[in-house]
């Protein structure tokens, strides 16, 4: 182990000196990734995972409202999407968009009551061999139905897959047996647990945001999964107890600020005696560490949060040539004037410059983009989305 570290974990928050610290993030296989499907209030309604992008297709699964799924690539109208099976293995299709949500925020479903009538061994997933064996009486949640297994929730046990014929045929729970979803934040001490795939012992630094988190209505524990993504690694899943939790996040910042590359970074609070410094990315991905702020980090004043570059160096170039369409048909006022519009001279002589802008007192982030005339002029600009490089204002 490295010094300064503080645990041996796969999420382990260092303590690590200056250009030593060891940056981890909630993002990790892609938290937007993993979204919930939501049929509507009706609980035996189920969503068709087909084969292909048509409704006509072969149907691979069945699922329910309150299913966590991810998402591997968008199609329009439809989705692929990976839901966890058997083992390490994924089954994958294709579903409607439209019945997707993603995870955050607060959510629950009523889910099938599956009561077992014959003894059965519940597979975990994930890589798990058996997970729970069930006797008659026992009851478990169905999330989906893939072939003849039932994907189940299991209260205070997490989720697996079990023959559907070891089991009565499904009810309606009652109204307090929901599957609940809702977003955490770790509090500013910290939190260690250990890791349930690899045993090994885990420290999520305060401030961090737990946004894939759900367990029975009611239960006194969390089932957390930090660094999201299904079947993607690396990410650590645990059970926490909800009074280890809390629903207020840290202060933006206090008052100190640094430009690091294309990205920020922030000072939030402190943990055990040492800075908790948060860093956003140029795309608006979050990192986490505590420790002391590299030696090459440049301070910014708090209320002007700019750090200029070359487009090239934040956008890729369709977002570069979207952008010189997009003034070339709506031909926007020059900002030199006040009534003259930008023409096809002034565009073909002018060069694009972007800048990172972070919003005082906030984490909210934006790429301004604009058009520099031969002299330095400004000429036009607006703001893009970090993310997706769409233009979300201009002029």
């Not at 409202?65 to 591997?72: C, L, S």
Request: glycine share 10%; charged share 20%; proline share 4%.
């Amino acid at each position: 182990m490295a010094a300064g570290t503080a645990s041996s974990g796969r999420f382990t928050v260092s303590c690590a000196e200056e250009d030593e610290l060891d940056w981890i993030s909630p993002t990790i296989g892609s938290n937007d990734a993993v979204m919930i499907v939501d049929n509507g209030s009706d609980w035996q309604t189920r969503l068709n995972l087909r084969a292909e992008q048509r409704k006509g297709s072969e149907i691979l699964g069945r699922i329910y409202t309150g299913t966590r799924i991810e998402v591997y690539q968008d199609n329009g109208e439809w989705c692929l999407v990976g839901l966890q099976f058997n083992g390490s293995d994924v089954l994958t299709g294709e579903v409607m968009k439209a019945h997707l949500r993603p995870v955050g925020g607060s959510f629950s479903a009523l889910c099938p009551l599956a009561v077992v009538k014959t003894e059965v061994s519940v597979t975990g997933t994930g890589g798990f061999m058996e997970l729970i064996q069930l006797k008659p009486g026992d009851k478990a949640y169905v999330l989906a139905v893939c072939g003849d297994e039932y994907f189940l929730m299991i209260p205070d046990v997490g989720q697996g897959y079990a023959s559907v014929s070891a089991f009565e045929p499904l009810s309606e729970p009652r109204q307090g047996e929901r599957i609940v979803y809702q977003t955490w934040v770790v509090p500013s001490g910290g939190i260690t647990f250990i890791d349930k795939h690899t045993q090994c012992e885990t420290t999520l630094v305060g401030g961090v945001y737990l946004e894939d988190c759900w367990q029975v209505e009611g239960e006194t524990q969390w089932h957390i999964t930090y660094g999201a993504g299904i079947q993607r690694m690396l990410r650590a899943e645990c059970t926490i107890p909800q009074d280890q939790l809390s629903q207020q996040g840290l202060q933006s910042f206090e008052g100190e600020v640094y430009a690091y590359d294309k990205s920020f970074i922030l000072r939030v609070g402190t943990q055990n005696g040492k800075p908790i410094l948060k860093r956003i990315e140029q795309n608006g991905d979050i990192l986490w560490a505590v420790g002391n702020v590299p030696k090459n980090a440049v301070p910014l004043d708090p209320d002007l949060c700019i750090i200029e570059c070359e487009a090239t160096e934040l956008l890729s170039q369709a977002v570069i040539d979207n952008l010189f369409a997009y003034v070339r048909e709506k031909h926007p006022l020059d900002e030199r004037t006040s009534s003259d519009t930008v023409s096809d001279t002034v565009i073909d002589r002018c060069k694009l410059r972007a800048a990172l802008v972070l919003e005082p007192g906030s984490c909210d982030l934006t790429i301004h983009a604009w058009l520099e005339d031969e002299d330095g002029a400004y000429v036009t600009g607006g703001d893009l989305d970090p993310k997706s490089g769409a233009i979300t204002r201009w002029g």
